[in-house]
């Protein structure tokens, strides 16, 4: 156990919709990371927030959002779902701006 | 942007084998991350390393810098070790890159 916090486990739903990740960094650390894993794209980087601030930002479409809040949990929000959306989203946390990883459990999206 | 190559892409071995996974990236780094992925999905990150070595238990990574290259060795390799391992490089303004990994079955 990680200590880094994913709901929900599991989600289902439709082309268009929206939906929202939710991500409790471990204690401490006050940076979460927003990974995609898809079959035929493999792992990608998202989004990287450091205390409340975005420091980092890689291939993340213009549909999906994020932020981190205050007490550091972040939520990444995915709009205009589409089949491709469909993957493992994971996210993760270091203590410091950079540094090792220490992963979530992921959450599988599957847009119909 | 940097790319980043490993090898084998899958590789299946016998239970006590020697186990080596080659990861090679284009540009040069700060850090080099080393992650294992379970059946099951899970990411636990094994190693982070900017030069020479670190070793935990049976695994041991090393990098070289001017060769842009590092290695993860396996020692007496057991089932349990049966995983995605994945490198991944990088984790400043462009977060990191990731490797397409290498899918190891070790048979006992």
């Known amino acids: 156990d990680s200590g880094v916090t994913q709901t929900p486990k599991h989600l289902i739903t439709a082309t268009g919709q929206r939906v929202t990740l939710r991500c409790s960094p471990r204690s401490g650390d006050l940076s979460v990371y927003w990974y995609q894993q898809s079959l035929d794209q493999g792992l990608q980087f998202l989004i990287q927030y450091y205390n409340g601030e975005e420091r980092a930002k890689g291939n993340i479409l213009e549909r999906f959002s994020a932020q981190q809040f205050p007490d550091l949990h972040s939520e990444l929000n995915l709009s205009s779902l589409e089949l491709g959306d469909s993957a493992l989203y994971f996210c993760?946390?270091?203590?410091?701006?950079?540094?090792?990883?220490?992963f979530g459990p992921g959450t599988r999206l599957t847009v119909l | 942007k940097n790319e980043v190559e490993q090898s084998p892409q899958n590789l299946t071995a016998q239970e006590g084998e020697f186990i080596t996974i080659n990861c090679s990236y284009s540009?040069?780094?700060?850090?080099l991350h080393w992650l294992q992925q379970h059946p099951g999905g899970g990411i636990v990150s094994l190693f982070m390393l900017s030069s020479g070595k670190k070793k935990h238990g049976r695994l041991i990574a090393t990098i070289n810098i001017q060769e842009k290259h590092s290695s993860l060795h396996i020692t007496a390799s057991h089932p349990r070790d049966s995983a995605v391992y994945i490198c991944a490089v990088g984790g400043g303004a462009d977060g990191l890159t990731f490797g397409k990994g290498t899918h190891l079955i070790i048979q006992p």
């Open positions: 993760a946390s270091s203590p410091g701006r950079a540094g090792e990883q220490f």
């Open positions: 540009v040069g780094i700060s850090a």
